[in-house]
């Protein structure tokens, strides 16, 4: 198998200690904060992330202390598997987030090691 289907989103953070981390990488995403010049992005990515990290804490402990779209995608991936193995198809399935773990650098790396050459 030389597939991969790749369910890509920004991701969330999944407990309160990863909210800093979380609105930092989704503030710096440039297509989030459309500023192309990095240097200006990444400094304003550092403000507003610090700026809205207690609301957001308070919002996450809210609803049970992170953020439940890893979950939900992970109930994704797992039906789509379910399904493509019911049809007799055959491709691996890999969660990705560009704002949390695993990160979209760091599965498409591995996936290439393991020989997924085809990415969906």
Not at 34 to 55: D, M, N, Q, V, Y
Not at 66 to 75: A, D
Not at 83 to 100: F, N
């Amino acid at each position: 198998m030389s597939r991969v289907i790749l369910l890509l989103n920004f991701g969330g953070p999944e407990t309160l200690a990863d909210v800093k981390d979380f609105l930092f990488r989704l503030f710096d995403d440039p297509w989030v904060l459309r500023i192309p010049f990095t240097p200006l992005r990444k400094c304003l990515a550092w403000l507003l992330s610090r700026g809205r990290e207690s609301f957001s804490r308070e919002m996450y402990a809210k609803i049970g202390g992170g953020s439940p779209l890893k979950r939900l995608t992970e109930s994704q991936r797992e039906a789509l598997a379910k399904l493509l193995r019911e049809s007799g198809k055959q491709a691996e399935i890999r969660t990705l987030y560009s704002c949390s773990p695993p990160f979209i650098e760091d599965v498409i790396r591995d996936a290439s090691e393991k020989g997924l050459d085809t990415f969906l």
